[in-house]
């Protein structure tokens, strides 16, 4: 049977980052939109503004569209295609509630947290009707369980470009202790701020570079012993996570974050918050994940690798042979599996135990 992907590169995404790298590394084809979807442009916007769906959050009229070419085609071209929407959170609202699909599949992936995705969009029917849910992390598994049979659910972690994001002898790490946020998306600002704060109030010699879009430069700017960056190229990121001693990175609520595998494949540690699917990536010795909200604790981890450039390193190493077990290879076959065993159906659970555990692959084991 074969897979159609159906995504879009993010725009503030480097271009070596983002979950569409994985259309690189599985036995698909990109989705290419049709006559079916050029003649949905003669549908009113009148209609279209008539449907629930079309006001639901992330969800546009671009994306109404294509949905309608795809249930037109799966009724009229019983082809046996799975169509694989990348993210099921922007894209899918209409799919997975046609019923004359005939052999044709619906599948989506989820990235965001169930805390997240229970308010998203109210009517939860878009995820009840899919042939096949892959998510980032085991811990979006039970409140998926409740919309889905357990065996139609595929956890598939996010992976990284670990050739691209590696380290470099020739970029050492700053001769101060160093410590980069990148992003807006889920992160505790709070947090990030009160803990810099109280580490200049401390005396402790860490500094702070600051990844960050335009529109919340002003919300950093004024804190001590910090930079704040914005716009920058893909190159200057790539140097900023080898030259950094840890990447810093509390978060609200997470499942994969494309920054932390990023930072960790070049070889650079993380201090981030214990919240959701985050420890599933970052391992024991990766570098320290503390209680949300916990400020003192933050500081102290930082107090830890400002202290030690032996610790520095070790929590170095240990992060890119973590990142290694996420390189987009291994996800691609992962993926390929999960394809397989959703075109005979759902993965077949043999034992009521094994309902705990993904279908396709626990998260990769931690590096020793």
Not at 74 to 92: I, Q, R, S
Not at 155 to 178: F, L, N, Q, S
Not at 215 to 231: C, G, S
Not at 276 to 284: A, C, K
Request: proline share 7%; net charge positive; with cysteine.
């Amino acid at each position: 049977m074969p897979v159609r992907l159906i995504y879009n590169h993010i725009e503030h995404h480097a271009a070596h980052s983002g979950y569409d790298q994985l259309a690189k590394y599985v036995d698909a084809k990109p989705y290419v939109d049709g006559p079916l979807y050029r003649l949905t442009g003669k549908i009113k916007h009148e209609r279209l503004d008539s449907t629930k769906a079309y006001h639901t959050p992330w969800y546009s009229g671009w994306a109404m569209r294509r949905e309608i070419a795809i249930c037109a085609r799966a009724a009229m071209f019983p082809a046996h295609l799975l169509f694989h929407w990348f993210y099921a959170e922007n894209d899918v609202r209409i799919c997975s509630q046609w019923r004359w699909r005939w052999n044709n599949k619906f599948v989506a992936s989820f990235h965001q947290p169930p805390e997240f995705l229970d308010g998203h969009v109210e009517d939860k029917t878009y995820i009840r009707g899919l042939d096949g849910i892959i998510v980032m992390a085991e811990s979006q598994i039970p409140y998926m369980s409740q919309f889905v049979p357990r065996e139609k659910i595929f956890c598939v972690p996010h992976g990284v470009a670990v050739e691209h994001w590696k380290p470099d002898a020739a970029v050492p790490r700053r001769p101060e202790p160093t410590f980069l946020f990148v992003g807006v998306w889920l992160r505790d600002i709070e947090m990030a701020k009160a803990t810099i704060r109280k580490c200049a109030a401390a005396g402790l010699p860490a500094k702070f570079r600051i990844v960050t879009f335009p529109d919340r430069v002003a919300e950093f700017e004024p804190l001590p012993n910090t930079t704040v960056m914005t716009k920058i190229p893909d190159a200057q990121l790539l140097e900023e996570y080898r030259s950094a001693h840890a990447l810093f990175l509390p978060l609200s609520m997470s499942t994969a974050n494309n920054a932390m595998l990023e930072a960790m494949s070049c070889g650079t540690g993380v201090i981030s918050t214990r919240t959701g699917g985050t420890p599933e990536y970052v391992s024991e010795g990766c570098g320290e994940l503390v209680p949300p909200g916990d400020i003192d604790a933050a500081v102290a981890a930082i107090r830890r690798i400002c202290d030690s450039r032996e610790y520095t390193a070790r929590i170095g190493e240990a992060a890119r042979a973590r990142a290694l077990d996420f390189a987009w290879e291994k996800m691609g076959e992962l993926q390929n599996r999960a394809y397989r065993d959703i075109f005979r159906g759902g993965r077949k659970l043999a034992t009521a135990g094994e309902r705990e555990r993904p279908e396709v692959s626990s998260a990769p084991s931690p590096a020793r």
